[in-house]
T-cell receptor
Framework: DTEVTQTPKHLVMGMTNKKSLKCEQH?????MYWYKQKAKKPPELMFV???????INESVPSRFSPECPNSSLLNLHLHALQPEDSALYLC?????????????FGPGTRLTVT | AQSVTQLDSHVSVSEGTPVLLRCNYS??????LFWYVQHPNKGLQLLLK??????LVKGINGFEAEFKKSETSFHLTKPSAHMSDAAEYFC????????????FGSGTRLQVQP
């Protein structure tokens, strides 16, 4: 099974809402990633978890809060977002962080902030 | 610092004709390079990767890329385009210093005309 799943597929939220994005993989990968992708742009790295510990935070605003409850699951908690946060949020995983392993991407969650 | 430059933001070909998507890299030593494809409203899929083994790399769906150190290039080719090849293509370098993560090129949109 080489699949990364993400839920929900689409999310519309107001600026005062709290919501969460979920990502799951069952490939035994120990590195998991969150990317943000604006329209017609490449993905931008947000967070990297390695062995369930946060390794990289690319200076992401605190209204985005990642969580890695176990080695298969990655969450992104959202609170008080701005309209400019509307984007496709991609989750990815790889065997380990920091080495040249293929990253497997999920289909993404399309987020709209109103 | 390692980086990639995709020389064309948009390429249009006719079905059955060859595809060439150009990518130049910047690195002081031999980089690890990837090509990913993203179909509309989908996640990213690895097409192929170069990690200092054979300079001609074969990937999925008939794509291949040649690593040319003298030209600092890693162009993606396919002998005959299919309608299903229409997508966004990203050339990606693995930064093996510093934060040790993927850095994406700006992307090339491939359009395939019937």
């Amino acid at each position: 099974d080489t699949e990364v799943t993400q839920t929900p597929k689409h999310l519309v939220m107001g600026m005062t809402n709290k919501k969460s994005l979920k990502c799951e993989q069952h490939m035994g990968h120990r590195a998991m990633y969150w990317y943000k992708q604006k329209a017609k742009k490449p993905p931008e790295l947000m967070f990297v978890y390695s062995y369930e510990k946060l390794s990289i935070n690319e200076s992401v605003p605190s209204r985005f809060s990642p969580e890695c409850p176990n080695s298969s699951l990655l969450n992104l908690h959202l609170h008080a977002l701005q309209p400019e946060d509307s984007a496709l949020y991609l989750c990815a995983s790889s065997l380990e962080r920091g080495k040249v392993y293929e990253q497997y991407f999920g289909p993404g969650t399309r987020l709209t902030v109103t | 610092a390692q980086s990639v430059t995709q020389l064309d933001s948009h390429v249009s070909v006719s079905e059955g004709t060859p595809v060439l998507l150009r990518c130049n890299y910047s690195s002081s030593y031999s980089p690890s390079l990837f090509w990913y494809v993203q179909h509309p409203n989908k996640g990213l899929q690895l097409l192929l990767k170069y990690t200092s083994a054979a300079t001609l790399v074969k990937g999925i769906n008939g794509f291949e890329a040649e690593f040319k150190k003298s030209e600092t290039s890693f162009h993606l080719t396919k002998p005959s385009a299919h309608m299903s090849d229409a997508a966004e293509y990203f050339c990606v370098v693995f930064m093996d210093t510093g934060r040790r993560a993927l850095t994406f090129g700006s992307g090339t949109r491939l359009q395939v005309q019937p």
